[in-house]
């Protein structure tokens, strides 16, 4: 068995200034209209939420690949919420490719998420038959 792990901790203020300054551009760039959605909803602290799945299309990468991978998308990665209220990964694209070909489901990855009025943070966890991966 092994674990692989990734995180990211993201300055609110500087994704709320990319949505403030580009608007749809940045937002349909990084963001499914699922996350969109959920975010709007959020009213008061919908930037933390921006921020917050953000940094954990980061930490998903960074747990999933230590190097870039050329034709990935931000939207490969869709951080959405169970019906319990916790956060849930979702990838689709290119980057569903590369995780197929390393035998990671969806269901092997899990996902944390935090933030405060300036800061957010996710960390991703997979945990896969080293045999069957990478």
């Avoid at 551009?25 to 921006?50: A, H, N, P, V």
């Avoid at 990468?61 to 190097?67: G, N, Q, Y």
């Avoid at 569903?96 to 990671?104: C, P, R, Y």
Wanted: hydrophobic share 40%; aromatic share 8%; glycine share 6%.
């Amino acid at each position: 068995m092994a674990v692989l792990c990734g995180s990211d901790i993201v300055k609110v203020s500087r994704v709320q200034d990319s949505i403030e300054k580009t608007g749809e551009d940045f937002l349909r760039k990084i963001y499914t209209q699922g996350e969109i959605e959920y975010c709007e909803s959020r009213r008061m602290c919908k930037f933390q939420s921006y921020a917050a799945r953000f940094a954990a299309k980061e930490a998903v990468f960074k747990a999933i690949s230590p190097m870039k991978i050329e034709g990935t998308s931000w939207q490969d990665i869709e951080v959405f919420k169970l019906e319990n209220g916790n956060p849930k990964i979702h990838l689709h694209g290119y980057l569903k490719e590369v995780a197929d070909h390393k035998n990671i489901t969806d269901d092997m990855i899990d996902v944390s998420l935090s933030h405060d009025a300036d800061f957010a943070i996710a960390t991703a966890v997979i945990e896969y038959n080293e045999k069957e991966g990478i």
